[in-house]
């Protein structure tokens, strides 16, 4: 883990408020991990967690939203800019010993983390997307199939991409997006007996597992989203009803 | 040039991470040697492990943030085994953080601290964010005169009362717990405050209610040290909304011995080392030979 400044190589708008932001930076992260990252001073007060989105010999990158105070001033870098950045943080998951069929299934921006996983599985891997209406993040995607949801209609199935998974052919399931997705995923696999992993987002203070603000509800207490986590075991995450 | 002796202890220099935001400091541990600090305060400890409270636990506000955690921890018995014995490999003061749901809560969990290697307990009277019984120990002095006179008498380390801002009069309640016997006061807990999601017409927190902190509060933490520095003759933690070298010193001349630094570690993970820092080079370029020199100048 380092704090450091990087600079800004890259950040495009991919889709609608939907960013890639592209930093120099060397670092070994594992999928799943995320980084928190500042671009300001004062405001906002907090800084605020990304997931590894892709990484190459000299850069890390994210996709993000904007959706407030934060990633508007994020949207707004240039290149040559700096971005202060503590990370790699989090566990992340150990993807050396995947096996057999994996299944990515992500909705909205959830899907940042998981084309970091695509890259780096080296097992059969297929991916749902499911987005409102635009689709991002998809572009050098590494997977066998893709199957990609709209809301709108606008690109492949029109519905929830949930509707169209089926968890029942695969060894693994890894899933990232909307808690209501999330917990869908969860259920279908349960059904299958089909194993799970949950990445799970949380507004987060210090994010190295200090401050016991972004904690999640799992069946052995409350747990770090930021520390013992963000990937957790799907049977270990409490949904609320 | 920044060493401060208090209650038979040396603190290398003033600045000393504050409960809740450093946990038991082996993360920050990881980012950074936390032993160059003043002193280290352990997230607030009960007698028994706590969960803490459900749902959202953090929201950002202008210039601070709230917080509803709940004294979320593993227990005085856990922490003693398991926590403390690292905390006690860093060469700095060990402040244990004592929370509590009743008086008989506080006295069992402070009889355990006492007996331990904390080297100083921090009775912590004023947590917004658990309200078992219905009792906050930290609004009225009458209430808070009664833990602090149990605690004491079981307690011979030195005692800090951890004070709340939402006290119905600061000064008074800092003059009663140390009648009671309190070694020294640290001030200001987070204030109760709260948000409300607009949308959903409901408010954030499960609890309703959550605790401020951070830069915002500071002009009125300040007011309130500076209050309670001239009222009582006890060593003063002065705390709240801490960023910077200059803030720190502003709360030192309004009458603190030491600082505590929160939510400016969430800011800048090396704020307390960025802060030990600035007040030595604030010292040399002033001339001013020790901190000693300018606490309560003002």
Known sequence: ?241 | MLNISLWGKTFKNPVVAASGTFGFSREYNEIYDVSILGGIVTKGLTLNKREGNEGIRCFETSSGMLNSVGLQNPGIDYFIENELPFMKTLNTIIIANLGGGSIEEYVQGAEKLDKSDVDIIELNISCPNVKEGGVNFGIKSNIAREVVKEVRRVVKKPLVVKLSPDAEDIVDMAVTCVEEGADGVSLVNTFKAMAIDIYKKRPVFKNVFAGLSGPAIKPIALRMVYEVSKAVNVPIMGIGGIKDYKDAIEFIMAGASLVQVGTANFINPFACRDIINGIENFLKEEGINSINEIIGVI
Request: hydrophobic share 35%.
């Open chain 1, 1 to 241: 883990m380092q704090y450091s400044s990087l600079k800004v190589l890259e950040n495009r708008e991919v889709a609608k408020n939907i960013f890639k932001l592209k930093l120099e930076g060397k670092y070994n992260v594992k999928p799943g991990q995320f980084f928190m990252l500042r671009s300001w001073e004062d405001e906002p007060t907090l800084s605020r967690p990304f997931s590894i989105y892709d990484k190459g010999e000299n850069y890390i990158s994210f996709l993000y939203e904007v959706k407030g105070k934060g990633t508007e001033k994020l949207a707004k870098l240039k290149c040559q800019d700096t971005v202060k950045v503590l990370g790699p943080l989090g566990n992340g998951m150990d993807i050396s010993r995947i096996k057999g069929k994996v299944a990515l299934v992500g909705g909205g921006i959830g899907i940042a983390p998981l084309f970091y996983f695509a890259k780096k599985i080296e097992a059969h891997v297929d991916i749902y997307f499911g987005f409102r209406d635009e689709v991002y993040g998809i572009e050098n995607l590494k997977c066998k199939n893709l199957y990609i949801s709209t809301e709108s209609g606008k690109v492949g199935y029109k519905g929830y991409i949930t509707d169209i998974f089926n968890p029942f052919d695969y060894n693994l399931v890894i899933t990232c997006g909307p808690l209501a997705m999330m917990k869908k995923v969860k259920d279908v696999c349960k059904k299958t007996a089909t194993p799970l992993y949950l990445l799970m987002e949380s507004k987060m203070a210090c994010g190295i597992g200090a401050c016991l603000v972004c904690t999640c509800k799992t069946k052995d207490g409350m747990k770090r989203v930021c520390k013992d986590g963000p990937v957790f075991k799907g049977e270990e995450v409490v949904f609320d009803a």
